[in-house]
């Protein structure tokens, strides 16, 4: 069976189980996982691949800039995260189980392949100055400028993933509240500021200028090119792209996944319950939470690192500089 056919079968099951934005994602994975199957093994059907076939695609993309594995000609020339490459491994590992589950092969190939160990990183998340840096650029006279005020205080009070603002629609808008749709097609809901209700019900009513008065959705576009139509997940990555180049932050990445880890950080530290918070973030276990809450768990720790510090029971100061010496007392 050609490798590309039964991943368009497996994509359409994704859809119909899991829904239209997951299915992108394995979209995705699988499409490079064709190519370099294809270009490094030579192998284009199902049943010839083995788990040598996928180490070697994994072995490729580990050594090769990303962009010639996503075959663009811009970009600097850097190797995919640690991070990326493991969810590409781990969608192949799903799509492969998927095929011996439904008996297209006798044996998974990935069954024996080892997801890429991502390096454990604390990702920084904005401060306050950060925040109002990226305010204080946007002008509230305009529709642009509101709406934009607007998303990313969304952004800031709910952690919503990027695809979930993209989905949202007026009506599942309420004074305290937000309805969204997450991964698999999940609804939950959001709780939201009473301020942040005040501007979503500003916004709606003097800034948001469908071109369809029936439009759905709730942020409209304001650019000569799409002016009055609903924006999406990319449309909102575009605001943050332009916020981007414009402020120059060095010292943390202005990106939505940020603004979900600043709004969880911040969650705990106004004394937020853990297990709240995961049903608000839309996780399946706590245990995705926590893994949010990494740079939340080392900074609250190291604050109280002067009082806990054996440091603290002794008295370094006989050592500064300038003090002589006792005979005896150095070191080769």
């Not at 952004?155 to 749709?181: A, C, F, N, P, Q």
């Amino acid at each position: 069976m050609k490798l590309q056919e039964v991943i368009k079968h497996y994509i359409v099951d994704v859809e119909n189980r899991l829904g239209h934005h997951t299915s992108i994602a394995y979209q995705q994975a699988l499409g490079y996982l064709v190519s370099l199957l294809s270009s490094v093994c030579g192998v284009n059907e199902l049943e010839k691949i083995t788990v040598l076939h996928l180490r070697e695609c994994l072995r490729y993309m580990i050594e090769t800039p990303s962009e010639v594995i996503r075959q663009r000609t811009f970009g600097k020339k850097s190797n995919l995260a640690d991070s990326t490459m493991k969810t590409y491994v781990t969608n192949w590992k799903v799509f492969f189980n998927w095929c011996y589950q439904e008996e297209l092969i006798d044996s998974d190939p990935s069954a024996r392949l080892k997801t890429p160990r991502p390096e454990k990183r604390v990702l920084k998340t904005f401060t306050s100055e950060h925040i109002y840096k990226m305010l204080d650029t946007l002008d509230l006279s305009t529709d642009m400028g509101f709406r934009d005020y607007v998303i990313l205080l969304l952004l800031l009070d709910t952690g919503i993933r990027l695809s979930e603002i993209g989905t949202l629609l007026l009506e599942d808008v309420h004074d305290t509240y937000i309805k969204v749709r997450g991964k698999g097609r999940k609804e939950r809901e959001v709780g939201i500021h009473p301020d942040l209700g005040k501007l979503l019900w500003k916004y709606v009513h003097k800034y948001r200028h469908p071109g369809n008065p029936d439009e759905p959705k709730i942020f409209i576009d304001c650019t000569k090119q799409g002016k009055g139509k609903a924006i999406s997940g990319p449309g909102v990555k575009g605001i943050l792209y332009r916020l981007r180049l414009a402020l120059g932050f060095k010292d943390v990445r202005l990106s939505p996944h940020t603004f979900r880890h600043t709004f969880a950080k911040m969650y705990m530290a106004h004394g937020g319950d853990i297990f709240k918070l995961s049903r608000e973030m839309g996780h399946s276990s706590v245990r995705i939470t926590q893994r949010y809450l990494e740079d939340f768990d080392s900074t609250e720790a190291r604050k109280e690192h002067d009082s806990h510090s054996p440091l603290s029971a002794l008295d370094i100061s006989r050592y500064r500089k300038g003090r002589k010496k006792k005979s005896g007392q150095n070191f080769a």
